[in-house]
């Protein structure tokens, strides 16, 4: 079994800033960072993080990300990193990105972050890189059957 962490440590007006992990038996080992929506007490469409806790991963094979990255990263995709079951949000993913702007309750990943005390809208750089690099591992233990779940905890 795959377990991921999101450790969330900034939360601004417009945007969580996180980290994202791999736990093992050996500890934790750092993918990359993360940037979601705000957070708030009453959900807005496409405006906020999805509540803390443990969902499971899957691949979604349908809809425009899929089509998308299937010819964006051809021989890599092979479906949506799709976080299950959560409460009141539909189609949470994990993708690319750069500011808040780019998420609806989505996770997204990158290999550079800027301050978002500083940034309202949250920033992430070298998405590309950091989803290339993350996604094969997580997607392949999904494909073998393997259980996949990502917990989201609040530092902030």
Same mark, same amino acid.
């Given at each position: 079994?795959?377990?991921?962490?999101?450790?969330?440590?900034?939360?601004?007006?417009?945007?969580?800033?996180?980290?994202?992990?791999?736990?093992?038996?050996?500890?934790?080992?750092?993918?990359?960072?993360?940037?979601?929506?705000?957070?708030?007490?009453?959900?807005?469409?496409?405006? &906020?993080?999805?509540? =803390?806790? &443990?969902?499971?991963?899957?691949?979604?094979?349908?809809?425009?990300?899929?089509?998308?990255?299937?010819?964006?990263?051809?021989?890599?995709?092979?479906?949506?990193?799709?976080?299950?079951?959560?409460?009141?949000?539909?189609?949470?993913?994990?993708?690319?990105?750069? &500011?808040?702007?780019?998420?609806?309750?989505?996770?997204?990943?990158?290999? =550079?972050?800027?301050?978002?005390?500083?940034?309202?809208?949250?920033?992430?750089?070298?998405?590309?890189?950091?989803?290339?690099?993350?996604?094969?591992?997580?997607?392949?233990?999904?494909?073998?059957?393997?259980?996949?779940?990502?917990?989201?905890?609040?530092?902030?």
């Amino acid at each position: 079994n795959m377990k991921l962490e999101v450790l969330r440590f900034s939360s601004q007006v417009d945007s969580t800033s996180g980290l994202l992990f791999e736990v093992s038996d050996l500890g934790r080992h750092f993918l990359c960072y993360t940037l979601e929506d705000e957070r708030r007490a009453l959900k807005v469409k496409g405006e &906020t993080r999805v509540p =803390a806790g &443990t969902y499971k991963i899957e691949l979604r094979t349908e809809g425009g990300f899929h089509g998308r990255y299937s010819k964006k990263y051809p021989g890599v995709h092979i479906g949506m990193l799709h976080i299950q079951d959560v409460p009141n949000f539909e189609y949470i993913l994990i993708h690319t990105g750069n &500011t808040d702007e780019h998420t609806a309750g989505c996770l997204i990943v990158g290999d =550079a972050q800027e301050n978002n005390n500083i940034l309202a809208d949250g920033f992430v750089g070298k998405s590309v890189n950091a989803y290339k690099r993350i996604y094969p591992s997580i997607a392949k233990a999904i494909q073998q059957g393997e259980e996949v779940v990502i917990t989201y905890i609040d530092y902030d």
